[in-house]
C-alpha cells in the first residue's frame, strides 16, 4: 500500500473555501473585464493604472479575490504581471454584473439587439 504524501503546496490563506468562489463588487469587475480583454495577463503597472483610475488598490484586490482566482507572479524573464487564474470564474462575475467581454465575433451591437 503505497503511502500517502504530503502535499508539498502551501495552503492559500486568502483562497475562498472549496466550492464558493469570491463575489466582487462591481469596480473589481470592471477591472476583471478590462484584463480578461487584454488577454488575462498584464504588467504590474497597467495593472495598477487602471485599479487607480476605478478607485482600487491592486494589492487589496489581488488579497480580498484570492490567489486561486487572480494572482501576481514572476515571469521567467523577471517581469511582474497580473494573471486571471480561473476564467470561468471571470465569465460568471462578468455576466452577473452586465459586463461580459464580447468575442470579436459577436459585436456589443448584435448582442443588444437579441435582447
Not at 10 to 24: F, I, V
Not at 54 to 74: A, N
Not at 86 to 115: F, K, N, S, Y
Request: glycine content about 10%.
Amino acid at each position: 500500500m503505497p503511502e500517502e504524501r504530503e502535499s508539498n503546496r502551501p495552503e492559500l490563506s486568502g483562497a475562498a473555501p472549496e466550492g464558493a468562489l469570491p463575489d466582487p463588487p462591481r469596480d473589481v469587475v470592471r477591472f476583471l473585464a478590462w484584463l480578461k480583454k487584454r488577454g488575462r495577463v498584464r504588467h504590474v503597472s497597467d495593472c495598477r493604472r487602471m485599479c487607480a483610475r476605478l478607485g482600487l488598490e491592486l494589492d487589496v484586490v489581488l488579497k480580498d479575490v484570492g490567489p486561486g482566482c487572480l494572482c501576481m507572479y514572476r515571469t521567467g524573464g523577471g517581469d511582474r504581471v497580473v494573471m486571471i487564474m480561473d476564467l470561468p470564474w471571470a465569465d460568471i462575475c462578468m455576466e452577473r454584473h452586465g459586463l461580459e467581454v464580447p468575442h470579436h465575433g459577436q459585436p456589443l451591437c448584435r448582442r443588444m439587439e437579441r435582447e
